[in-house]
Nanobody, 119 residues
């Protein structure tokens, strides 16, 4: 059974920083792309993604403020968020494409962590 466990959310003032962590555990043969999404009442959107080789992709409005990184050996991904704005308030979800075995991969989601930015 594969699980993604997130941590690091919370309440921060505008202009502040937070660092989110997500660790995958369980029966893992290989982990491919890892990503962060965020959910508001209006929409769910991709925040950033990173491949095993380190190629990254960011939502255009977040470039320069958010940084995604990962540790392949420990199946962990982080999201460093700087210069936070009230509009960054959302539930942030970790996502990963994981091969529990050599047979096939599956898409996994974390439980979500709340990020609230006060003005």
């Amino acid at each position: 059974q594969v699980q993604l466990v997130e941590s690091g959310g919370g309440l921060v003032q505008a202009g502040g920083s937070l660092r989110l962590s997500c660790a995958a555990s369980g029966s893992i043969f290989r982990t491919d792309v890892m990503a962060w999404y965020r959910q508001t009442p209006e929409k769910r959107e991709l925040v950033a993604s990173i491949t095993t080789g380190g190629s990254v992709n960011y939502a255009d409005p977040l470039k320069g403020r958010f940084t995604i990184s990962r540790d392949n050996a420990n199946n962990t991904v982080w999201l460093q968020m700087n210069g936070l704005k009230p509009e960054d308030t959302a539930v942030y979800y970790c996502n990963a494409r994981i091969w529990p075995s050599q047979i096939r991969s599956q898409n996994y989601w974390g439980q979500g962590t709340q990020v609230t930015v006060s003005s």
